[in-house]
Nanobody
Framework: QVQFVESGGGLVQPGGSLRLSCAAS????????MGWYRQAPGKQRELVAN???????TYVDSVKGRFTISRDNAKNLVYLQMNSLKPEDTAVYYC???????????WGQGTQVTVSS
């Protein structure tokens, strides 16, 4: 059974940092393009950052220069390092794995990030 499980969310003050992790199991992680998405209350889910299986990255403009996505294929992990956090970054953050072999998508359960003083 393919599973992606996020961790690392929490409450942080504006300007602070958090690192989210997403662990994959039950599958060959290296064939996945991985994405971090977020959904704030009353808003649509949006793509925050993406990393392909060969390490190419893309970011939504609002997080460029503050967030960094990375992956460790040996450990089946993808990370989202979030620096200089702002209240508008508050959301539930989800990881999604897109298999480049089967074109199937798999979502994690989400982790809450709250940026507030």
């Amino acid at each position: 059974q393919v599973q992606f499980v996020e961790s690392g969310g929490g409450l942080v003050q504006p300007g602070g940092s958090l690192r989210l992790s997403c662990a994959a199991s039950g599958t060959y992680f290296s064939v996945y393009t991985m994405g971090w998405y977020r959904q704030a209350p009353g808003k649509q889910r949006e793509l925050v950052a993406n990393i392909t299986n060969d390490g190419r990255t893309t970011y939504v403009d609002s997080v460029k220069g503050r967030f960094t996505i990375s992956r460790d294929n040996a450990k089946n992990l993808v990370y989202l390092q979030m620096n200089s956090l702002k209240p508008e970054d508050t959301a539930v953050y989800y990881c999604k794995g897109h298999s480049e072999l089967t074109w199937n998508d798999y979502w994690g359960q989400g982790t809450q990030v709250t940026v507030s003083s």
